[in-house]
């Protein structure tokens, strides 16, 4: 008969995404509890889990309004439910049969940056719908900087001309939180990223617009401020499971981490203390992120106990991947206790991807 740990481990065969729910409820409890003592809207970002059943655990901790970054995704928690949801990403204009349809189902928003597509959606939209307007306050992925009020109010102004479309406010992600590291770097973006809210929002109001709703969302930030004080809503996504690149970055603890992939050893290479994993970009990603020692690194390898996967040594980590393979550089003395075909657990860079990948998860 084979040892209880023996069993346990012979339960996974192949690359399986775990979940552990304990700790993703108390992720959840905490940025709720923080949000509501804040007096802001708490809409979480769904594209993190993408999953019906995730959604739920939220659900039960009364969150009802929820971020997504698609159509598609949007009309997916629709049909389970859901139905006040903000589509923060740009609208694209050649899905407008069926965001009309989704207008139909749900208290839906959008996201604009420009001129021409507002007039489209003021053409073609057939029932109201809320309108935010994409503010870039560093990030330099997407929106109008901060500093082109002149802009921003123009685009106000176009909004309020059509019957169908309502100003809902300014909504940025300060994205470029995660290139920074430390709760003292983190909080000197939060605050000039709420600094360069405010001034458009007085701006605006001061040439007669009457109500500017701010709404904010990266989960580096949100999860190292305690206090929400003059937004209107918080959207992170990642902060339910968090991963390697939040460790980090030190906006979580290890015990905050909620997912891992558990992956079968298949093959040892002695002479340079690596191990082969059935686990690859395919699965993981092919993100990475510098670690401590300025080296690429597609996340921290820990060991598993049949139950839940071990603590995380920096010392040992993915070094390399390719399709199917993931190569672990491994001190010495873990790499001796772990034979071929025993499972070893990986904390992902990114957890989004990862949980997109596998879409299939097991919950510990």
């Known amino acids: ?46 594209k993190t889990h993408q999953s019906a059943r995730i959604g739920m655990w939220s659900k039960k901790e009364g969150i009802n309004k929820i971020t997504v970054s698609s159509i598609e995704m949007a009309r997916f928690f629709a049909d389970h439910g859901w139905d006040d949801i903000t589509v923060a990403f740009p609208v694209n204009i050649l899905e407008i049969k069926n965001i009309n349809k989704l207008i139909r189902q749900v208290t839906l928003q959008l996201l604009v940056e420009s001129e021409e597509t507002i007039k489209f959606l003021g053409k073609n939209i057939i029932s109201p719908v809320g309108i935010w307007i994409k503010v870039d306050v560093g990030y330099h992925r997407t929106g109008i900087l901060w500093d082109r009020q002149d802009d921003i109010l ?20 300060a994205g470029h939180a995660y290139h920074v590291q430390g709760i003292p770097r983190l909080r000197l973006v939060y605050e ?16 007669g617009v009457q109500e500017v709703k701010l709404s904010y969302g990266d989960t580096p930030t949100c999860s190292i401020i305690d206090n929400f004080s003059g937004l209107d809503e918080i959207r992170p996504g990642n902060f339910i499971f968090y991963d390697a690149m939040q460790l980090l970055i ?16 298949v093959a040892k290479h002695v002479h340079r203390n690596e191990l082969i994993i059935h686990g690859g970009a395919v699965h993981l990603s092919k993100e990475s992120v510098p670690d401590q020692n300025r080296q690429n690194i597609y996340g921290y390898a820990t060991s598993w106990n ?9 010392d040992n980590y993915v070094s390399s991947l390719s399709q199917e393979h993931g190569i672990i550089r491994a001190h010495s003395t873990f790499f001796k206790q772990i ?12 957890s989004c991807l990862c949980m997109n990948l596998m879409r299939r998860f097991r919950v510990i």
């Open 1 to 46: 008969m084979l040892p209880k740990q023996d069993e346990e481990n012979m339960k996974i065969s192949r690359p399986t995404l775990l979940i552990d729910k304990q700790r993703a409820l108390r992720n959840i409890r905490k940025m709720a509890g923080k949000a509501a003592r804040s007096g802001v809207i708490f809409r979480p970002h769904f």
């Open 154 to 173: 123009r685009l106000i102004q176009l909004i309020n001309r059509h019957d169908f479309l309502n100003f809902s406010g300014l909504l940025t992600h």
């Open 192 to 207: 000039d990223s709420l600094d360069k809210l405010f001034k458009i929002k007085k701006i605006l109001m001061s040439a």
């Open 250 to 265: 030190g906006s979580c603890c290890e015990d905050d981490i909620a997912l891992a992939l558990a992956c079968p050893v």
């Open 306 to 314: 049949g139950h839940h996967w071990g603590p995380v040594s920096r």
């Open 339 to 350: 034979k071929t075909g025993d499972i070893l657990t990986v904390i992902p860079v990114h």
